[in-house]
């Protein structure tokens, strides 16, 4: 039987096919609809800024390995960089999601895309770092 992998970049595309079928069931079924905070939540601070950092990072993560570009593993402030964002942004969504923090649900097409995307960069450069 054959070992059959998976590489990143589909993993990563399978996520961005996921997001868009969230943010297009969620705009045309739920959009106009006082449903659930857990549902506008996850619509305005997952699924927009997960399409963004996922498809940065699959983009990376293909011109990486096309230009066979070397990142060293000594290369550990990616990952740091990585964890230090993931957590700032969890204590963002907690305090939005308990009150503290009132900002509205972030557009499709807003500035903070830039960051996510600059995020999604950062993360994929740990998928390539040297062996």
Known sequence: MKNYKISSETLLALGVICCLL????????LYYRNI????????????????YFLISACLTTIFIKLSKIRISKKMKI????DI?????YM??????????MTIGIIPFSSI????FIAWGCIFASDFCLEK
């Open 22 to 29: 969230f943010m297009r069931y969620y705009e045309t079924a």
């Open 78 to 81: 990616f990952k740091l960089t």
């Open 91 to 100: 204590i963002v969504i907690v305090l939005r999601l308990s009150g503290y």
């Open 36 to 51: 659930n905070l857990i549902l506008d939540t996850l619509y305005g601070y997952i699924a927009i800024p997960l399409f």
């Open 112 to 115: 903070y895309r830039f960051v």
């Open 84 to 88: 230090f964002l993931l957590i700032i």
